[in-house]
Protein backbone atom coordinates (compact mmCIF):
# COMPACT_ATOMS: atom_id res chain seq x y z
CA UNK A 1 0.00 0.00 0.00
CA UNK A 2 1.01 3.54 -1.16
CA UNK A 3 0.10 6.96 0.66
CA UNK A 4 0.80 9.93 -1.27
CA UNK A 5 1.06 13.05 0.60
CA UNK A 6 1.19 16.13 -0.76
CA UNK A 7 2.65 19.41 0.62
CA UNK A 8 2.78 23.10 -0.98
CA UNK A 9 5.49 22.13 -3.28
CA UNK A 10 6.16 18.46 -3.42
CA UNK A 11 4.49 15.19 -1.86
CA UNK A 12 6.29 12.55 -0.45
CA UNK A 13 5.58 8.69 -1.13
CA UNK A 14 5.25 6.50 2.05
CA UNK A 15 5.03 3.11 1.93
CA UNK A 16 3.51 0.90 4.93
CA UNK A 17 6.72 -1.21 4.42
CA UNK A 18 8.33 1.34 6.20
CA UNK A 19 6.57 1.02 9.28
CA UNK A 20 6.82 -2.36 9.94
CA UNK A 21 8.91 -3.63 12.92
CA UNK A 22 11.37 -6.53 13.39
CA UNK A 23 11.35 -9.39 15.60
CA UNK A 24 13.39 -7.90 18.49
CA UNK A 25 11.59 -4.54 18.15
CA UNK A 26 8.68 -5.67 19.23
CA UNK A 27 9.71 -8.35 21.48
CA UNK A 28 11.14 -5.35 23.11
CA UNK A 29 8.58 -3.37 22.65
CA UNK A 30 6.15 -6.24 24.27
CA UNK A 31 8.48 -6.33 27.50
CA UNK A 32 8.18 -2.42 28.06
CA UNK A 33 4.50 -2.64 28.06
CA UNK A 34 4.74 -5.36 30.25
CA UNK A 35 7.19 -3.62 32.67
CA UNK A 36 5.61 -0.48 32.88
CA UNK A 37 1.83 -1.87 33.03
CA UNK A 38 2.69 -4.82 35.37
CA UNK A 39 -0.76 -5.47 36.73
CA UNK A 40 -2.18 -4.80 33.60
CA UNK A 41 -0.56 -6.71 30.83
CA UNK A 42 1.23 -10.50 30.69
CA UNK A 43 3.38 -11.98 28.11
CA UNK A 44 3.42 -15.32 27.43
CA UNK A 45 4.52 -17.47 24.86
CA UNK A 46 2.12 -20.07 23.02
CA UNK A 47 4.58 -22.04 20.84
CA UNK A 48 8.00 -21.87 18.96
CA UNK A 49 8.48 -20.67 15.26
CA UNK A 50 10.36 -23.00 12.98
CA UNK A 51 13.28 -20.90 13.76
CA UNK A 52 12.76 -21.36 17.39
CA UNK A 53 11.36 -18.08 18.61
CA UNK A 54 8.72 -17.21 21.04
CA UNK A 55 5.24 -16.92 19.69
CA UNK A 56 4.00 -14.37 22.44
CA UNK A 57 0.67 -12.99 23.35
CA UNK A 58 -0.19 -10.16 25.71
CA UNK A 59 -3.28 -10.22 27.48
CA UNK A 60 -5.06 -8.71 30.85
CA UNK A 61 -4.57 -11.85 32.59
CA UNK A 62 -2.60 -15.10 32.62
CA UNK A 63 -3.94 -17.68 30.21
CA UNK A 64 -3.95 -21.18 31.47
CA UNK A 65 -2.96 -23.67 28.67
Known amino acids: ?6 TFASFTIISAQDSY ?3 NELT ?4 RLESNYE ?5 QSLAKTAEGRDL ?4 NSIIDA
Open 39 to 43: NLVFL
Open 1 to 6: MMVLIW
Open 28 to 31: ERLD
Open 21 to 23: RNF
Open 56 to 59: IIAS
